[in-house]
């Protein structure tokens, strides 16, 4: 009995280890979130604000491996494109938990579609090009007798035509007359 002793003693020495106390529980992992922009979203101009929020409050964020400041735990950060698709990383820390990551796709297209302006009196269809970072021809094709016409002249047809894609400040010939 005596030689067990011993060997008891040991088996509830390490049973009485830590006791019945669970571990405590790992640290919740940053969370992130981005509210803008969307995912795969297309944007005209060459620079687009990243926004987001992060939680804990405190936790640190990075757009495109830079630094973007925190308040609150809401984020933002310029972020400047190249034409065509960007893949725009994020990223958020705090030490002692698991870090956040996000990807997003912005395509920027700077490219303009030209618009349907048929029918529109001309110096309005210059105005609605010109708004659009495109250069205006206005080309008057009715004739000798459109000029005896009572009324505005109106947009006949574009050239390019209507739908085509272009780049800003391709020039858009209106060929006008008062009727078409």
Request: glycine fraction near 10%; aromatic fraction near 2%.
């Amino acid at each position: 009995m005596l030689r067990a002793l011993p060997v008891l003693l040991a088996v509830l020495a390490l049973a009485g280890c830590g006791g019945d106390d669970p571990p405590p529980p790992d640290p919740a992992a940053v969370r992130l979130t981005i509210e803008a922009p969307a995912d795969t979203s297309t944007v005209k101009e060459d620079t687009v604000e990243l926004r987001g929020r992060v939680q804990p409050v405190r936790a640190a964020v990075e757009v495109g491996g830079e630094a973007a400041a925190v308040s609150g735990g809401a984020f933002s950060k310029t972020v400047k494109l190249e034409q065509g698709v960007n893949v725009i990383d994020v990223s958020a820390s705090m030490p002692g938990r698991s870090s956040a990551f996000a990807a997003l796709r912005v395509t920027y297209d700077p490219r303009v579609r030209i618009p349907d302006l048929a029918g529109t009196v001309d110096e309005e269809a210059a105005r609605r090009i010109d708004k659009l970072g495109l250069d205006v021809e206005l080309d008057a094709v009715g004739g000798l007798f459109d000029e005896l016409r009572s009324g505005p002249r109106r947009v006949c047809e574009s050239d390019p035509p209507a739908g085509t894609v272009v780049d800003p400040g391709s020039t858009v010939t209106l060929k006008t007359a008062k009727t078409c």
